[in-house]
């Protein structure tokens, strides 16, 4: 079954690629690295699902995913925030939402949540979100003590 999956993902890259070739439109924004990277993690969350004993591949394929949407967004988007804080937070998505919420792993959550914070409050762009300002001033200054605690947890979890 493997094989099947993978010869499918092959033949739908080369159908892209051959059309981009051909010069269709409609593919010069497709079959780009950034398209094929946001393809190769829905396969691998598609997969992940038929196949419950890989647990991490769900958590893998959410970010393959989302760098795939951040790097299309920087190509193509000139609005889109290229700071590097969306990193953190864009694994910090994954984890939350593949480990802690679909798979109902409490730790992948925890880890998720505390990626997803970092990010989000290490960007420059909070501070002009009312109400969140004098808060994100502090915890802007304050947050590698989020990547001590997550690497506190890491070392000294139960197994």
């Not at 004098?134 to 003590?145: E, R, S």
Request: glycine share 12%; proline share 5%.
């Amino acid at each position: 079954m493997r094989a099947k999956t993978f010869g499918i993902l092959i033949a739908l890259t080369g159908v892209l690629l051959l059309l981009r070739e051909l010069g269709y439109s409609l593919t010069q924004n497709l079959a780009t690295w950034e398209f094929l990277l946001i393809l190769t993690g829905v396969f691998i969350i598609l997969h992940a699902m038929r196949k419950p004993n890989h647990p991490y591949m769900m958590i893998w394929g959410g970010i393959a995913v989302g760098l795939g949407l951040h790097a299309w967004g920087l190509n193509h988007l000139e609005w889109w925030p290229s700071h590097w804080s969306l990193v953190p937070a864009i694994i910090g998505a994954a984890f939350l939402i593949c480990g802690g919420i679909i798979k109902k792993n409490r730790r992948h959550g925890t880890i998720g949540t505390l990626l997803l914070c970092m990010g989000i409050f290490a960007w420059p762009g909070i501070h002009q979100i009312p109400g969140i300002g004098p808060f994100a001033v502090w915890l802007n200054t304050y947050w590698p003590g989020l990547l001590i605690i997550l690497g506190l947890m890491l070392v000294f979890r139960k197994k």
